[in-house]
């Protein structure tokens, strides 16, 4: 069981927006502004597309866009691309024992 | 552009060791700043950060794996490794290399991203 809880799939049809959720506690997302998000397509790395809760590192699309609200982070992709249909993975630090921790993981499937 | 490469044995008995490299190009581990991670996937699961280090060796580990673990750097090559003692099926993974998990300018930044990845190993442990 991941210490981050994710959806375990979305889906959406091109052009429309969804949100993909992760929720800790506050001892990780609730509790600290460093949340990133991961893109990864099948036998491919993981790549970065989100940091510190809503920033996006350089050639990043500006449809991704982070946000926190408690404890639980969110990562909205606007104008669906069929590109990216991947797996989305959230990530946060834990201050409860100075690791890193992972959500489970979100299929997006564009429709 | 930093990239990164994971090398190592493919293939790993029960009960032995699984050793693997992480070779840096395109920067320097030593010009300090950034921790060097370990992260792995099991088969059709999620990720989980095994541990990183610092240039100086100062080393951090996931509390669920540390008695089994032993990260190293070596500097002159711009390498760092990962050792997983007393191996089960269940350490069966992708190994990724990455830079992150902390960063150091001053003062250190813990949850520092992962911003670059080497490609991923595929460790399979079987008799």
């Known amino acids: 069981q991941s210490a981050l809880a994710q959806p375990a799939s979305v889906s959406g049809s091109p052009g429309q927006s969804i949100t993909i959720s992760c929720t800790g506690t506050s001892s990780d997302v609730g509790g600290y502004d460093y949340v990133s998000w991961y893109q990864q397509h099948p036998d491919k790395a993981p790549r970065l597309i989100i940091f510190?809760?809503?920033n996006r590192p350089s050639g990043v699309s500006n449809r991704f866009s982070g946000s926190k609200s408690g404890n639980t982070a969110s990562l909205t992709i606007s104008g669906l691309q069929a590109e990216d249909e991947a797996d989305y993975f959230c990530c946060s630090y834990t201050g409860s024992s100075d690791v890193m921790v992972f959500g489970g993981g979100t299929k997006l499937t564009v429709l | 552009q930093v990239q990164l490469q994971e090398s190592g044995p493919g293939l790993v008995k029960p009960s032995q060791s699984l050793s693997l490299t992480c070779t840096v190009s395109g920067g320097s581990i030593s010009s300090g700043g950034y921790y060097w991670s370990w992260i792995r996937q099991r088969p059709g699961k999620g990720l989980e950060w095994i541990g990183y280090i610092y240039y100086s060796g100062s080393t951090y580990y996931n509390p669920s794996l540390m008695s089994r673990l032993t990260i190293s750097v070596d500097t002159p090559k711009n390498q760092f490794s990962l050792k997983v003692s007393s191996v089960t099926a269940a350490d069966t993974a992708v190994y990724y290399c990455?830079?992150?998990?902390?960063?150091?300018?001053?003062?250190?930044?813990?949850?520092?991203?992962?911003?670059?990845w080497g490609q991923g190993t595929l460790v399979s442990v079987s008799s």
């Open positions: 510190d809760v809503s």
């Open positions: 990455a830079r992150g998990g902390a960063h150091c300018d001053g003062d250190c930044y813990l949850g520092y991203p992962f911003d670059y």
